[in-house]
């Protein structure tokens, strides 16, 4: 079956870094999608990994392992505006699974 | 700007009523899709579009009906739904044919619909 896990809930502090992990087993894997959602806004790109390893841009960098199911989205020097819903969605052949989604809170 | 419009932002209805959620696509993109995202649960891809022709059905129940006249707009008939209908509904479009290895999926704001 298809089973995509992230953490509910996260909090982290303005100004630091936070790691936000998703596991993943599904029956096809054309690469991994993080997608950033504002409380009543629509999902907006944050990258995409089909390789193995990380992918950096900007304060936000994602990695991925196809051996381990497993990609995280590293977010550095945290803003208040980074609170949101992250979500991380496997792309199986055009179609995206999507994992519940991480609710971040940054604190000041 | 996100270049993926929909209408109307927020809809209430009773179980009874017939209603139509519109979405707009201003991006050139071939491929269209249907999303529902109900609270604390991940989002569920309901219908996919390429090319105006309906290429996936994920068990939806038929009081949704799905029309895409052309690839620029989609549209989700509502009649006779359940309270348990409400959640937010997402349209989203790519670039390429749906069935694609990579394709970014560029979504709206949503409706938020409420079933009374």
């Known amino acids: 079956g298809q089973n995509i896990d992230q953490p509910t809930e996260m909090t982290a502090t303005e100004g630091a870094i936070v790691q936000i992990n998703c596991t993943y087993q599904?029956?096809?894997?054309?690469?991994l999608f993080w997608y950033q959602q504002h409380a009543g806004e629509a999902p907006t790109f944050l990258s995409y990994?089909?390789?193995?390893g990380l992918e950096e841009k900007g304060r936000f960098s994602s990695f991925l392992s196809r051996s381990k199911g497993y990609s995280y989205l590293l977010l550095k020097e945290l803003q208040m505006k980074d609170s949101a819903s992250y979500l991380c969605a496997v792309n199986q052949g055009g179609k995206l699974i999507f994992g519940q989604g991480t609710e971040l809170s940054v604190k000041p | 700007e996100t270049g993926v419009t929909q209408t109307p932002r927020h809809l209430v209805m009773g179980m009874t009523n017939k209603k139509s959620l519109k979405c707009e696509q201003h991006l050139g993109h071939n491929a269209m899709y249907w999303y529902k995202q109900s609270a604390k649960k991940p989002l569920e891809l309901m219908f996919v579009?390429?090319?105006?022709?309906?290429?996936e059905n994920n068990s939806v129940p038929s009081r949704f009906s799905p029309e895409c006249p052309n690839s620029s707009h989609l549209f989700l008939h509502l009649h006779t739904l359940q309270p348990e209908d409400s959640a937010l509904y997402l349209c989203?479009?790519?670039?390429?044919?749906?069935?694609?290895?990579?394709?970014?999926?560029?979504f709206g704001p949503g409706t938020r619909l409420t079933v009374l």
């Open positions: 990994n089909v390789l193995d």
């Open positions: 989203a479009s790519s670039p390429g044919r749906a069935i694609k290895p990579y394709n970014e999926q560029f």
């Open positions: 579009y390429s090319l105006e022709e309906r290429v």
């Open positions: 599904t029956s096809g894997f054309n690469g």
